[in-house]
């Protein structure tokens, strides 16, 4: 595999010396008008070059800034060797799904945010360079299974398909377990499918690892919705599953409790994007579009993390006139990645920062017609540490829009907690699960990713369903069950 890079004999002082690599990125005028992805991937130069600024630190820490444990020094070694597949293959051994977490990972604080280089310069890529590997095992179709053990004749039944479900299956199969996914949506992937935009997570992709899953030999079974068609118990004593665990996730929208939520025209953000991402909203008129036609319209969308960026854009390229982003606190405090603020200003949305709706009104006929907005300031430090936002007195001010997106984070669906006996849940609704073994008061029964923390990130929930795929296979082999759940 030839490059143009130089070669991989460089002192340290050479290495500090290159500049991190420029994410290439479709131009901000063309992209708000589509749903193509934004960031093109780094070229074979890119990421040699990229790869090329790795320190090899005898100790280093990026890998324990990883939630799954990726071997970044023994990929990014390989990529300076040219040998990609095998760096492919080096991440697969800790992530099977490596596009994706390469592309939506928070890596700024993960493993990026632990490099030694980042102590005086910018830090290792990555992410970038995570991507291009398995990008480029994607484009030469040699993507390899990993190695099975044999056969152990047991079942084991997961309960959603999402970054948690996906990397417990993975782990389990390899085992030797046999394993099916149940998920109540018509397509497998959780958040990586109906809630991140194509624009950030082409589709492609998540099918893509999908499939190499099915060549695994997992069993995908959609539109099942467990607590509904079948229960937990009925799987364990009708169906011979010797362990189930649960990743259903953390989808139930908030919303605000103020006047108006009901009028036509807002959405939770879980729904608007559930609507463009799995009913081809996107592709509007070639298909009917099953959310409002934001084509001209006055649109607003309430919260400042990655689920209210993605809705805000989504539907600026949905045709928006005007796309506004309503965030009670500043700027810097938004928990969305700076990447995505960014990619959203220059796609022209307008922040309205230090500003929270007090009320939707709507028209005679129930349409949602302005936000009612206050000006907030500073005050002082709140639980999160943060300076809380408190309402400038007699600050009310009107903003025209013709639908309002609120994503303001989600809570648990009570579904499996309520058609489950003996399932202890904690305060807020979440499973509770013992945090090192990740089983639950129900013998058998495990919970892993958003379901049991909140909502949180793509590989958090991954490193948990891996610790879940760990702790099954030891309950599975030694038919021992303690928790401290219970
Ligand atoms: C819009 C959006 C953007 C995000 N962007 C990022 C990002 O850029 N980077 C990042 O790291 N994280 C991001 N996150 C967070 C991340 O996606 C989640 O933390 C992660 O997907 C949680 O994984 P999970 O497997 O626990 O659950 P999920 O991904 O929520 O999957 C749970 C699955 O279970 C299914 N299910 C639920 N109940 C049942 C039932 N009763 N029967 C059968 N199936 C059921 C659901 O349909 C769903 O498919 C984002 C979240 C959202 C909503």
Aim: include cysteine.
């Amino acid at each position: 595999m030839s490059t143009n890079s130089p070669g991989p004999h460089l002192s340290n002082k050479e290495r500090v010396k290159i500049p991190r690599q420029h994410m290439p990125e479709q131009d901000a005028d063309r992209r708000r008008a589509n749903f193509e992805e934004v960031n093109q991937g780094l070229t074979v130069l890119g990421a040699t070059t990229e790869a090329l600024r790795c320190l090899q630190c005898t100790s280093p820490k990026c890998m324990a800034g990883c939630p799954v444990g990726v071997k970044v020094k023994d990929f990014v070694d390989l990529i300076v060797q040219g040998d990609y597949l095998g760096a492919a293959a080096k991440i697969r051994e800790d992530n099977i799904l490596p596009a994706i977490t390469g592309r939506v990972c928070p890596q700024e604080t993960q493993c990026e945010g632990c490099c030694i280089l980042g102590n005086k310069f910018e830090p290792l890529g990555i992410g970038y360079l995570e991507r291009f590997v398995a990008d480029y095992e994607r484009s030469t179709g040699q993507v390899g299974l990993p190695e099975k053990a044999p056969p152990t004749g047991k079942k084991v039944a997961i309960v959603g398909s999402g970054p948690a479900g996906l990397s417990a299956a993975g782990d389990l199969t390899r085992m030797g377990h046999t394993v099916t996914v149940f998920e109540a949506l018509h397509e497998i992937g959780g958040v990586l499918i109906y809630g991140i935009p194509e624009f950030r997570l082409p589709k492609e992709i998540v099918r893509q690892e999908v499939d190499v899953m099915r060549a695994m030999g997992v069993d995908f079974q959609t539109n099942v919705v467990i607590g509904k068609t079948v229960t937990i118990d009925e799987l364990m004593t009708e169906e011979g599953y010797d362990a189930v665990l649960v990743a259903t996730g953390a989808g139930l929208p908030k919303f605000m409790g103020i006047a108006g939520e009901h009028l036509n025209g807002v959405y939770s953000a879980n729904e608007f994007l559930t609507r463009v991402n799995l009913m081809r909203a996107n592709q509007f008129p070639d298909y009917d579009e099953p959310v409002f036609d934001c084509r001209d319209k006055q649109i607003a969308v309430i919260g400042g993390g990655n689920t209210a960026m993605d809705a805000v854009r989504t539907a600026c390229r949905l045709g928006a006139r005007t796309s506004h982003l309503i965030y009670r606190r500043t700027e810097a405090e938004m928990p969305a990645r700076a990447e995505e603020a960014k990619h959203a200003k220059q796609e022209g949305i307008e922040f309205l920062c230090l500003t929270n709706p007090v009320a939707f009104l709507g028209n005679k006929e129930g349409f949602i017609e302005t936000v009612r907005c206050i000006r907030m300031e500073q005050g002082e430090p709140d639980a999160s540490g943060r300076r809380a936002p408190i309402p400038i007195p007699n600050s009310e001010f009107d903003l025209a829009v013709h639908m309002a997106v609120i994503a303001l984070g989600t809570e648990a669906n009570p579904l499996v907690q309520s058609t489950t006996p003996d399932l202890k849940t904690t305060r807020k609704g979440y499973i509770a699960a013992d945090p090192e073994t990740l089983r639950t008061s129900k013998r058998g029964v495990f919970a892993g990713g958003d379901i049991v923390t909140g909502g949180a990130t793509v590989i958090l929930a991954m490193g948990a369903g891996r610790k879940a795929a760990a702790s099954i296979d030891e309950y599975l082999r030694s038919g021992q069950w303690e928790s401290t759940a219970n």
